[in-house]
């Protein structure tokens, strides 16, 4: 399999956290279990690793942002570690979003350059059909309270000459840089509250573990 | 579950209701946070209305609503982390993500549409073709009258249009993945097919000519009230409010995965005329979605119209000329 492990990075996640008490494989994933025992997840355990993939987890699944992965128990010179390499269709798509956002605002500047051509042409019918609109009054009772009378808009067309566009494309590019922030704070939060449910989860002793030892 | 009859109609037998203002939740905490959260909301919809009345010209215009509004989404974000409704709405990092991605699509991809085809071109045509002077008079009313009446105008159209989205297959289809949202958080109101979202943006409210603060203020009535129908936040709100304002209860109700409470509640911003048609159910609900609380990812999101559209017309043709198709999902509209 093709591997690009810088460029992976950005929808990939590696660490590992260290079990505080010696713990087997079994004991380490059926601790994990209430964590993939949700809706839209399938995962399998053989020997030392588990295997999950999820498909449209619920908004509240703790895992919701990682989409697939594997977790390995690993005994290393007498202490435990659980080691886990996740991948986020999430974190990927959020990295490529401001792409699609900068093509909508070019999108937004070609349509604009091209309707200003379209309209440069067609200036000479435009001149004819200029009313001076009607001068617009506030009523009495907001002249009385204060509210600022409106502006003669027959002034106002003198200045907007400059005619605005029709599509701004500043909100493409806010938006593009919006993505590219929000993807920033996902890959560093979603990986530290991943690693802390997980030693949460570990830390927890199951209900079998916790039930008494019944006398044989 | 046995529900509660609300009128002709049983609420609440599919998933859980709570029907009346009785048994709701209220603000827990001292009396600063019982404070806050009990006169936010009127606050906020009275200091709209004063900027909006006193503003000079120069400082009454869209960019300045556009970056209030930015501004207050801001602030109910981190109310909704201070005191949130339900903690099973909590925002998470991809809700967030998924939310801003329908949001910038809105402000983007269909604001460009729109442009073309939406009320704004739609008006303007039909404003040619009658003599609209005849309306002028409106624009000798008092503010905050044209002001209050641009928004109820603006929100019967949605009412209808939304009520018709929930009673007529082809357009339930436009906003059925609205309805697979699991949780109500303050950008939800964005997610759903790029369809809907044009649809539910058509307004009657611009067919007069009303004055250009009079459009501001109603478009301030809509940001501090209608912004509140998906927030996770508690209020203690006033009973005269819930009482005109459609509020998060009425919402989450509408929202609810029971099949009958997802038919009330239609209107955005003016509850009263949920009251007037006869469809208005007062509580709330937690318990949200479609087929059990499935989430429904964007790709899906935006094929899930025409996917559906399509297995139902090929159903109903091969139906029609005696072929039957065993096992076809029939996907059932909410009507």
Known sequence: MLRLPVIERIWRVRGEVALDHPLSAAEAFARLDPLFATAGTHYAVEGERLTYTKRNPSAQDKL?????????????????????????????????????????????????????????????????DEKPKPVRKLNPIDEMLGAPAPEDPNAKKDKDEEEEERHSPVEAYVLAGLFFVIYLVGRVLEPWLVKRRLRAALARPTERERAPATPA | MSGTRVGKRIIGADAPVIVGWENIGRVEGGPIKQFVFTWFQPVMLFAAILFWYYAPNWLAVASTAIAIRLSFTVLLLALEWVNPRYRSWQLTWKEFATDVFYVGLGMTFIGMIESYIGDGAI???????????????????????????????????????????????????????????????????????????????????????????????????????????????????????????????????????????????????????DRIFGTCVDGEAEVLGMEGGRRMDIGETMV?????????????????????????RQLEPAE
Not at chain 1, 101 to 110: H, S, V
Not at chain 2, 203 to 210: H, P, Q, R
Not at chain 2, 308 to 327: D, K, L, N, T, V
Request: glycine share 8%; charged share 15%.
């Open chain 1, 64 to 128: 919701a942002t990682f989409t697939s992965g594997t977790l390995d128990v690993v005994q290393d010179r007498g202490r435990a570690r659980l080691a886990f390499d996740l991948s986020s269709t999430a974190l990927l798509l959020c990295f490529l979003a401001p792409l699609l956002f900068l093509a909508f605002g070019q999108i937004a500047e070609t349509v604009n350059a091209w309707e200003k051509a379209g309209a440069e042409t067609s200036e000479a019918d435009k001149d004819e």
């Open chain 2, 123 to 273: 008006i303007a045509a039909v404003q040619g073709a009658f003599d609209w002077d005849k309306f002028s008079w409106f624009t000798g009313l008092p503010l905050l009258l044209q002001a209050v009446l641009i928004s109820m105008i603006f929100d019967l159209g949605q009412y209808w249009m939304h009520r018709g989205m929930h009673n007529w297959y082809p357009l339930w289809l436009t906003h059925a993945p609205h309805h697979y949202i699991t949780q109500l958080n303050i950008n939800k109101g964005a997610v759903g097919n790029p369809v809907e979202l044009f649809l539910i943006g058509l307004g009657i409210g611009g067919f007069f000519d009303f004055l250009p603060r009079a459009f501001l203020l109603a478009g301030a009535i809509g940001m501090t009230v209608s912004v509140y129908q998906h927030i996770n936040v508690r209020f203690n709100t006033p009973r005269w409010w819930r009482f005109i304002f459609n509020t998060v209860e009425h919402h989450s109700v509408h929202h609810s995965q029971d099949y009958e409470a997802t038919r009330s509640n239609y209107s955005g911003t003016w509850i009263i005329w």
């Open chain 2, 304 to 328: 899930f119209p025409f996917r559906e559209g399509y297995r139902s017309a090929r159903a109903q043709i091969r139906r029609r000329f005696g072929h039957s198709e065993p096992g076809a």
